[in-house]
């Protein structure tokens, strides 16, 4: 059963903007956070924005003015709205959900979607 699904991946030109979304499936509750990450060929997966239940987000230094985060409770949909991407954006992106249950946290990934930047 597919719970966590990635989109909205594609071919840009440096300069260009994306908007990415995750859908987590409505059996997935009690969400404290949904995050983005993404990783490079050849390099280790690296967390990209995190938005909490309550709203609050966090960015890393290098997408920090270009990358929004953004979330719709109702529909457990994730966005990250990408703007002014360089080929250093190329990376397949994937969305992590995390959720309590049975007094433990809970990851859900999803299969990745596919940013590519062209210089």
């Known amino acids: 059963q597919v719970q966590v699904v990635e989109s909205g991946g594609g071919l840009v030109q440096a300069g260009g903007s994306l908007r990415l979304s995750c859908a987590a499936s409505?059996?997935?509750?009690?969400?404290?956070?949904m995050d983005w990450y993404r990783q490079a060929p050849g390099k280790q997966r690296e967390l990209v924005a995190s938005?909490?239940?309550?709203?609050?987000?966090q960015y890393a230094d290098s997408v920090k003015g270009r990358f929004t985060i953004s979330r719709d409770v109702a529909k457990n949909t994730v966005y990250l709205q990408v703007n002014n991407l360089t080929p250093e954006d190329t990376a397949v992106y994937y969305c992590?959900?995390?959720?309590?249950?049975?007094?433990?946290?809970?990851?859900?990934w999803g299969q990745g979607t596919q940013v590519t930047v062209s210089s």
């Open positions: 992590n959900v995390k959720r309590f249950a049975l007094g433990t946290s809970l990851d859900y």
């Open positions: 409505r059996t997935i509750v009690n969400i404290y956070a």
């Open positions: 938005i909490t239940s309550g709203g609050s987000t």
